[in-house]
Structure formats: structure tokens, C-alpha cells
T-cell receptor, first 113, second 116 residues
Framework: EDQVTQSPEALRLQEGESSSLNCSYTVSGLRGLFWYRQDPGKGPEFLFTLYSAGEEKEKERLKATLTKKESFLHITAPKPEDSATYLCAVQAYRGGSNYKLTFGKGTLLTVNP | GAVVSQHPSRVICKSGTSVKIECRSLDFQATTMFWYRQFPKQSLMLMATSNEGSKATYEQGVEKDKFLINHASLTLSTLTVTSAHPEDSSFYIC????????????FGPGTRLTVL
């Protein structure tokens, strides 16, 4: 069974204080690892897809990296508007056309001004 | 691009009634749509996967007679919660996969269901 564990559960930062969120995963045959941002009462917003170990992707203050066992979401000089829950999900190779995502519980990030 | 909408955004109903939630892909054709449920401070749990024109595939433990899914076109899927009970109260979110080979799922804004 695919498993995704995110840490920490909650992270409080001061504006400008860089940090990283962790996503550890266990999956038999990784097809892709996904990062989403979710604001309270809203659906997840797509951020990144990573496919192979060593891959990195960047968007504004966010950078996602991938190894064979985990992914990191690095946040550089965060702003209060970066406050949200960040979700990690994995997609495994399965028979047929199954594109099922298995999500972690997320990291609640709060950035104080 | 890749915008998914849901309607309604919020619904309150009495126990025993049925509720229909619509999920639409606005600017792309969605070969596959997914329905998730999210309880407070919990992660998204996949309920079912639906492909246009065929029966939905339900995850283990999800009652297919209670949660009816119809994917009649490449831009519309509906979830009907039949004979709703208070324990069905939750945040229901749909997602859509763009194209036949695309991996990324784009999510709708969610529907908050409260059953009294």
C-alpha cells in the first residue's frame, strides 16, 4: 500500500525566514510526486509534479526536490500570503490507466508578518 | 487554463434526502474525473474514479449505492449522495485529469455538505 508522511504537521515562520517541508513516501513504482497548496475551505491548487530522483522545480519562492525516498518543498523568504496547507501526493504505476493519487496529511504553514 | 468548477459550494440538507454535486472542467476535456472526501484536519481520501461513458470505480469501503457517480460527458461529472445522514457531512472535492496521458489532477473548489 502506498504511504505518504509529511512533516512537520505545522510550521510557523517569520516573514523572510526560509525553511523546508518534508514528504516521505513508500510506493511500488513511482509514476509522479505532486505538491499542492490548499487554502482553508478551498480545493487544492497544483504547484509541481516531479517524476525522477534528482529533479527540481521552482516557482517564485518555492522549490521542490525529489529523491528516491522523499521530497522537499523549500520556501525562500516566505511572505504572509504563503500561509496555507501544503499537500504532497504520490501516483504509482498500476495496471490499466489508474492515475490514483495518495495524499499525505499536509503541513500547515503560517507566516507571520 | 485547467480550471475545474463545482456546484454548489455549500449545501445544507435534512437527513434522508439526496444531494447532487456537479463538477465541470471549464477549459479542457477531462478523460477522467475523481471524487474525494476530506474531513477536518485530515487529508483527501479518494472515493471513486470515473471515466467518461463508463461506470465509476469505487475505493474499498465506499458504498456505490449511496454515492452515485455519473460522468456523462467529457466536461461534467456528478456525485449524488443518496439518503444522506449526518455522518455524510464533509467537504467533497472533485478533480479532473486533462487528456489521455496527462498525470496531473486539477481540483475544484469543493462542496461543503452539512446533513442535519
Amino acid at each position: 500500500e502506498d504511504q505518504v508522511t509529511q512533516s512537520p504537521e505545522a510550521l510557523r515562520l517569520q516573514e523572510g525566514e526560509s525553511s523546508s517541508l518534508n514528504c516521505s513516501y513508500t510506493v511500488s513504482g513511482l509514476r509522479g510526486l505532486f505538491w499542492y497548496r490548499q487554502d482553508p475551505g478551498k480545493g487544492p491548487e497544483f504547484l509541481f509534479t516531479l517524476y525522477s530522483a534528482g529533479e527540481e522545480k521552482e516557482k517564485e519562492r518555492l522549490k521542490a526536490t525529489l529523491t528516491k525516498k522523499e521530497s522537499f518543498l523549500h520556501i525562500t523568504a516566505p511572505k504572509p500570503e504563503d500561509s496555507a496547507t501544503y499537500l504532497c501526493a504520490v501516483q504509482a504505476y498500476r495496471g490499466g490507466s489508474n492515475y490514483k493519487l495518495t495524499f499525505g496529511k499536509g503541513t500547515l504553514l503560517t507566516v507571520n508578518p | 487554463g485547467a480550471v475545474v468548477s463545482q456546484h454548489p459550494s455549500r449545501v445544507i440538507c435534512k437527513s434522508g434526502t439526496s444531494v447532487k454535486i456537479e463538477c465541470r472542467s471549464l477549459d479542457f476535456q477531462a478523460t477522467t474525473m475523481f471524487w474525494y472526501r476530506q474531513f477536518p484536519k485530515q487529508s483527501l481520501m479518494l472515493m471513486a474514479t470515473s471515466n467518461e461513458g463508463s461506470k465509476a470505480t469505487y475505493e474499498q469501503g465506499v458504498e456505490k449505492d449511496k454515492f452515485l457517480i455519473n460522468h456523462a460527458s467529457l466536461t461534467l461529472s456528478t456525485l449524488t449522495v443518496t439518503s444522506a445522514h449526518p455522518e455524510d457531512s464533509s467537504f467533497y472535492i472533485c478533480s479532473a485529469r486533462e487528456g489521455a496521458s496527462a498525470d496531473t489532477q486539477y481540483f475544484g473548489p469543493g462542496t461543503r455538505l452539512t446533513v442535519l
